[in-house]
């Protein structure tokens, strides 16, 4: 049985987000013997600061993570992926990840 589970989270920046020009998801997700996930999501890349910035800044924030999985799901043979990544741009402050 797959299990599709949702998580949203606004990361906050130091500068103004005028574009994102790069970015990548990784994560060090572990499934225990207490049916908890946990480990962090790590999100790195690059953005420019404004239109007219030529240098790319360099941007990483690592998410902690802990999922209960109820114990009605076998987890013997769990697989941990990523299925679907996203973002936006939040009022050039913030960066809202979709995972």
């Known amino acids: 049985m797959k299990k599709i589970i949702p998580f949203s989270k606004e990361i ?8 994102i020009t ?6 060090t997700l572990k499934l225990d ?12 890349g690059t953005y420019k600061i404004n239109n007219d910035s030529i ?5 990483k924030y ?5 999922i209960s999985i109820d114990d009605k799901y076998d987890t013997s043979s769990c697989v941990i992926s990523i299925d679907d990544f996203s973002y936006e741009i939040i009022n050039e402050e913030s960066l809202r990840v979709n995972i």
């Not at 906050?12 to 574009?19: A, M, R, S």
């Not at 790069?22 to 994560?27: G, V």
């Open 55 to 59: 240098q790319d800044e360099e941007f």
């Open 12 to 19: 906050l920046f130091k500068t103004k987000i005028e574009e």
């Open 22 to 27: 790069s970015i990548a998801i990784d994560n």
């Open 33 to 44: 013997n207490n049916n908890l996930v946990s480990g962090e999501f790590i999100i790195n």
């Open 62 to 66: 690592t998410i902690p993570v802990d």
